[in-house]
């Protein structure tokens, strides 16, 4: 299993319109196959300036591949991750 | 519940006799009171130099505190963590 994850800020306010339509435009993600597990979460520590966190699993590089390479993830990222996001941090974690 | 995580890389090489005694110390942090779902995780993304993570939830803002401020947490941070890690950062994740 690997437990795929990525923290950011957007450039976006809290509780802004902006805020709200870079998250739905997100929702398509939870659906491309081989996601699982799907979280996301407010990041909360004061040692970061990230303020969010998507989380989710997969079973095997290769269904973490195609979720990379799927149209949909592809078109999220060009035309709303780009955009939208001011600082991330991908972080990828498999159990010992 | 707070998903409190740490990434982290230490000064001593993966299967190194460093590295093994780094995590045998850790081990004692995961039986402090409030800890719950400790995971010790490896760190893949070629994205980050960080090589290594621990997750663990707290049901509330005072079991966290409480663990931070735990004399066991405390002399493992003073006597290990701050002489064996080269680089980290901490990540507190709330669900929305």
Tied chains: 1, 2.
Excluded at 21 to 44: Q, T, Y
């Amino acid at each position: 299993m690997i437990r795929h994850t990525v923290v950011f800020r957007l450039h976006h306010a809290a509780g802004s319109e902006g805020e709200k339509a870079f998250f739905a435009a997100a929702a398509p993600l939870v659906d491309i196959p081989g996601v699982k597990n799907f979280h996301k979460f407010r990041e909360v520590s004061p040692k970061n300036d990230f303020a969010y966190c998507f989380a989710m699993d997969f079973d095997t590089q290769e269904t973490y591949d195609a979720y990379s390479n799927h149209p949909v993830h592809d078109a999220f990222v060009q035309q709303i991750w780009l955009r939208d996001v001011a600082d991330f941090l991908e972080i990828d974690l498999v159990e010992d």
